[in-house]
C-alpha cells in the first residue's frame, strides 16, 4: 500500500479555498485516492475518491496529476465548521492504511 | 446511504472484565469490516479486517485472543476486548465495504471505552 505524506497542520480564514496536497510516491495501478474528515470523538467521514484527472461533488474537489504521485484536495469557501482533520489515503480492495493527517485550523 | 452504527457509543469498565462492541451496516451488505483503535492526538491504527464467515486477519502487534472479532452475518461484526485494562482505554472505530474495487469505506461514529 502507497504510503501518503500530507502537512501536518494548516490554518486558513472562513470564506478562503483550501488546498490540501499529498504525495503517494509508491501509487499501485490499483489504488484510488480517497480522502476522509473526521471531527474530534467521530469515525472519518468519506468526503471524495478518485483515481486520476479531476472529481467533483458537493462539497470539493480533487485533482490527481498524470503520474498520479500526487492528489490535492480542495475545500472551496471553508467555515468555520470544516476545522477538522483530514487524511488522504490509498485505498485498493484489501484495507486502507491512515497516515497522520492535516489538521485543518479555520480561523474567523 | 451507506450508514454504518456501533454500539455502545461510550462504555466505562472496570479492569479484568470484557467489553462487547458491536458495528452494524444499517442499508448495506458489508463484506468486509474493519477495525481500528485511535489513541488521543493520532491517527487511526488498523487492529484485524474480518470478512463475513471466516476468521479475522489481525494486524501485526494485535493480540487475536484479547480482541476477538466475529463477522457472524453481512450486517453485523462484534468486537470483543477481553479482560480489559486501563491501556486498552482508546475510541474504537469499525468500517464496513460492501464490495471491492473502487468500493470504498464507511465508518461507524466509533466507541470510546474508558477502564477503570
Known amino acids: 500500500l502507497a504510503k501518503t505524506t500530507q502537512p501536518v497542520s494548516m490554518d486558513s480564514y472562513e470564506g478562503q479555498e483550501v488546498n490540501i496536497t499529498c504525495s503517494h510516491n509508491?501509487?499501485?495501478?490499483?489504488?484510488?485516492i480517497t480522502w476522509y474528515q473526521q471531527f474530534p470523538s467521530q469515525g472519518p467521514r468519506f468526503i471524495i475518491q478518485g483515481y486520476k484527472t479531476k472529481v467533483t461533488n458537493e462539497v470539493a474537489s480533487l485533482f490527481i496529476p498524470a503520474d498520479r504521485k500526487s492528489s490535492t484536495l480542495s475545500l472551496p469557501r471553508v467555515s468555520l465548521s470544516d476545522t477538522a482533520v483530514y487524511y488522504c489515503l490509498s485505498e485498493r480492495d484489501d484495507k486502507i492504511i491512515f497516515g497522520k493527517g492535516t489538521r485543518l485550523h479555520i480561523l474567523p | 446511504g451507506a450508514v454504518v452504527s456501533q454500539h455502545p457509543s461510550r462504555v466505562i469498565c472496570k479492569s479484568g472484565t470484557s467489553v462487547k462492541i458491536e458495528c452494524r451496516s444499517l442499508?448495506?451488505?458489508?463484506?468486509?469490516m474493519f477495525w481500528y483503535r485511535q489513541f488521543p492526538k493520532q491517527s487511526l491504527m488498523l487492529m484485524a479486517t474480518s470478512n463475513e464467515g471466516s476468521k479475522a486477519t489481525y494486524e501485526q502487534g494485535v493480540e487475536k485472543d484479547k480482541f476477538l472479532i466475529n463477522h457472524a452475518s453481512l450486517t453485523l461484526s462484534t468486537l470483543t476486548v477481553t479482560s480489559a485494562h486501563p491501556e486498552d482505554s482508546s475510541f474504537y472505530i469499525c468500517?464496513?465495504?460492501?464490495?471491492?474495487?473502487?468500493?470504498?469505506?464507511?465508518f461507524g461514529p466509533g466507541t470510546r471505552l474508558t477502564v477503570l
Open positions: 468500517s464496513a465495504r460492501s464490495g471491492f474495487g473502487a468500493d470504498t469505506q464507511y
Open positions: 442499508d448495506f451488505q458489508a463484506t468486509t
Open positions: 509508491n501509487i499501485a495501478t490499483n489504488d484510488y
